[in-house]
């Protein structure tokens, strides 16, 4: 009987390809291993910042949409036990909504109505009076502004492709395109004298 | 056991069919309405084996164009159009690997440090970077060997299967595994050197 390689049943489980068997037979391992689990980690946290670059910059994707969409599936894939954590959720759901049911609701839930009204009219009444005009920023100014504290910036945009017809048209193709920008941190460009 | 043969026979017949193959009709049959769809469908994955070849970001948009332009200009030649994606596959590639000679040819001649290079990432780029994390993960998946890189950053922009990118690449499916694995042991000690 040949020895199970662990390192492939991980890149496997990683890829989505494993099979049930194999996920058992590596989530067992995984337990009693310490270093297999910690070559699990490292798999996943390379596998996690590889894809996120790579579709980030080749793909010109939104990065917090990919991590979304990857989210559930990297949370869910390992430990058996996980999906049975979800049926403990339902008593709770059940007495939280009898609880809503019961508990007299008050008034500012109302929405409307006089109290509501009053409750605006404490506001400055300059915030209610639309402003003059459109107080446009200086666009490089705001985007260094924005740099300070975060480091990406999404740019949506379209993406022409020219294609040659055989009538010697050119034909264009709009392609939308996310892309995320990294820019430098404000520490950066405090030290290159730029802000 | 008829029914047992039935649903293999309805499975082999779903997984024969491919809904692209009606759309690569309508593109031969000069549809560009059709094309600019399947542009945007197919786009990230042929991106992908042009990174995938050249290991540098900064050529991909343009070969990508190129490759685009060819594709609605060659397309009727395809006999076997149930053959699209390798055809597209070999046509991307082959154009990566042509700007491939072209770049290095340039970087020859220019010296420049471009973030794309094979096997370093300018540090004053990445000390600009608050994420370093990313530039680390860029500049390891570009030090990866084309051999593992190319399965790699396919199977991770499309998501296909092993058994699709065998297909594509035309070789095993125990080979694209083997290089996956090897691909992510290589990233793994890179990333962890670069953490060091």
Known sequence: ?195 | MAAVSLVSMTMALVKEFDPEQPVVEAIRAGDRHVFADFVRRHDRWVRGVIFGVLGRTDPVDDVAQQVWTTVWRRLAEIRATDRWRPWLYALARNAALDAGRDVTRQRERAREVAFGSTTTVSRRDATLEADESYWAAMAAIAGLPELYREPFVLRHLSGWSYQEIAEVMGMPVDTVETRLVRARRLLRDALRKEAE
């Open chain 1, 1 to 195: 009987m040949q020895p199970v390689d662990y390192e492939r049943l991980i890149v496997r489980r990683l890829d989505g390809e494993i099979s049930a068997d194999e996920s058992l037979e590596l989530s067992r391992e995984l337990l009693r291993n310490p270093d297999l689990r910690r070559m699990a980690e490292e798999y996943e946290q390379a596998d996690a910042l590889a894809a996120t670059a790579l579709r980030s910059s080749v793909a010109g994707d939104d990065i917090d949409s990919y991590r979304e969409r990857i989210q559930p599936a990297r949370t869910a894939a390992p430990g058996y036990w996980r999906p049975h954590r979800g049926w403990l959720l339902i008593p709770g759901a059940i007495a939280a909504a009898l609880l809503a049911l019961w508990v007299p609701r008050p008034d500012w839930q109302a929405g409307t109505g006089e109290r509501g009204i009053a409750q605006h009219s404490t506001l400055d009444p300059e915030w209610q009076v639309p402003r003059p005009g459109i107080e446009r920023s200086n666009p490089v100014d705001s985007s260094l502004m924005r740099t300070v504290g975060t480091t990406t910036k999404r740019d949506r945009g379209r993406e022409l492709l020219g294609v040659i017809a055989d009538d010697g048209n050119i034909y264009w193709i709009e392609v939308d395109r996310k892309r995320t920008l990294r820019v430098p941190s404000g520490a950066a460009l405090r030290a290159l004298g730029q802000f």
